[in-house]
């Protein structure tokens, strides 16, 4: 097999086969394969795209680039959660420890902040002591002491993703349906998980900025993680503005211990408690999302979700005196208000903005061997819709560096957009897609929360 042949018969809409598309995957993993017929390959599956087969093929090649773990000896179903990024989202950190509390196994393998947008991994590092490089021996141990393990993707882990995701990245081929399917599931497929819950979002925050092609995603995971034998569900959620308020790592954890402790913003709770609740149903812990959304409840009010994050920090080498105690985390020196310049209702954020302005005072990074500072960010003072008087603060800046201050400002010069009139309101969750075949209790209430579009298989 030649791959300028495969390159040439994608190039002209070609179908490629299990073995060919093995071939480009297997090669390029073992750098028989240079980058630039690599990146022409992928210049031409961005173009002419691929069938849901052809998107099964590679995630599967993917996935088996490196090693797919058998957790099988963990008893229960394992399910973990999956964000396609955004600003403020630190929904890992509340539902893992609620989802592992109620006795379902959560193996999370997480990635960093890039750009405007945040990762998981450098807010558990924001806890001092927490390490997220446990070897695969230890995540297996975490998994079967504590139920639930946060770690980063190791060599082992889908290293062709890796490798591909990089040269994607500098060769105009991110945004490919097929591609970012491949991508997303080969990680967490090779997790050795059973179920998948996804939050695709929608906006200035996100990846995906409009509902078509957030929706064209959401539809793509799901039907590969159902070929791959998966259960998926999939849930376009709103990234306008940050979720919650805070922005930045510390301030994220502290946050996120907030709504494990019953506190916290109402969007963030409320997300975190839908995605929690679909994680019980596709585990089989809970019949239906109603019983899902009072186990959540019952968890946070109990305190036995406060205190499994506590169990997961000291068994990954963390302080978990921060769960009762969030102000032994990283604190910024120095603190500025950016006040309303007009009266009104908050009409709109960019939350990409709000997340380059907290990259800009160090919280995020643009190249991965970027250092960060985990105790800079801001926390947003006012969510869409509220009221605004002249002068009153929209955001609160946390920074150590006087000298960033300047960028991170002139980012949010333009991010909060205040109007006369109070704007329409949208929807936290706009469309649940419920996993292939549809669950009989899932069914009826997946749209709930929504503009109302609910799929079965
Ligand atoms: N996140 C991933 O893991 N892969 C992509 O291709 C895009 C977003």
């Avoid at 955004?86 to 999370?108: C, F, I, N, T, Y």
């Avoid at 390490?131 to 141990?141: C, G, I, T």
Wanted: hydrophobic letters at 40%; glycine letters at 10%.
């Amino acid at each position: 097999m030649r791959a300028q042949e495969l390159i040439r018969k994608k190039r002209n809409a070609g179908t490629l086969t299990r073995d060919e598309i093995r071939f480009l995957i297997q090669q390029y993993t073992r750098d028989s394969l240079p980058d630039y017929q690599m990146a022409a390959w992928l210049m031409a599956v961005y173009f002419r795209g691929m069938t849901p087969q052809e998107t099964s093929e590679l995630t599967d090649a993917m996935m088996r680039s490196g090693q797919v773990l058998d957790l099988s000896e963990v008893p229960g179903v394992k399910v973990d959660k999956h964000s396609t990024g955004g600003v403020g989202d630190k929904v890992s950190l509340v539902v893992a420890p609620v989802v592992a509390a109620a006795g379902v196994p959560v193996p999370m393998i997480s990635g960093r902040a890039l750009g405007h947008s945040g990762g998981t991994l450098d807010k558990l590092e924001a806890i001092p002591g927490f390490s997220v490089n446990l070897s695969l021996a230890e995540f297996r141990r975490a998994l079967a002491e504590v139920g639930c393990a946060l770690i980063g993707q190791t060599n082992e882990i889908a290293p062709a993703d890796k490798k591909i995701y990089a040269l994607r990245d500098l060769t105009g081929t991110i945004e490919s349906v097929p591609l970012i399917t491949a991508s997303i599931l080969s990680k967490k497929l090779a997790e050795g998980i059973e179920a998948l819950v996804l939050d695709v979002k929608v906006g200035s925050g996100a990846f995906m900025k409009d509902r078509e092609s957030a929706r064209r995603l959401a539809e793509s995971l799901r039907e590969i993680g159902a070929r791959m034998g998966k259960r998926v569900v999939a849930l376009l959620t709103r990234m306008d503005q940050p979720l919650g308020c805070a922005v930045g790592n510390a301030l994220e954890v502290e946050e996120a211990v907030a709504t494990l402790h019953g506190e916290g913003p109402r969007d963030l709770r409320d997300l975190c408690q839908e995605l929690a609740a679909w994680m019980l149903v596709l585990a089989g812990a809970v019949p239906a999302l109603k019983q899902g959304r009072e186990r959540f409840e019952e968890l946070i009010r109990s305190g036995a979700a406060a205190k499994k994050f506590q169990q997961i920090i000291t068994h990954q080498g963390g302080d978990p005196s921060v769960v009762d105690d969030p102000k032994r985390l990283p604190q910024a020196r120095k603190h500025q208000e950016l006040a309303a310049k007009d009266k009104g209702y908050l009409a709109g954020t960019n939350a990409e903005r709000i997340g380059w302005a907290a990259m800009a005072l160090g919280a995020g990074r643009t190249r991965l061997e970027d250092a960060i500072d985990p105790a800079v960010g801001l926390v947003v003072r006012k969510k869409v819709g509220e009221q605004v008087e002249r002068g009153e603060p929209l955001a609160t800046l946390h920074f150590n560096d006087e000298r960033r201050l300047a960028d991170a400002q002139a980012e949010l010069a333009e991010a909060f957009v205040i109007s006369s009139a109070p704007p329409a309101p949208v929807p936290l969750i706009f469309e649940t897609l419920a996993p292939f075949p549809a669950t009989e209790s899932s069914g009826q209430e997946a749209s709930r929360g929504g503009a109302g579009r609910s799929e079965r298989g």
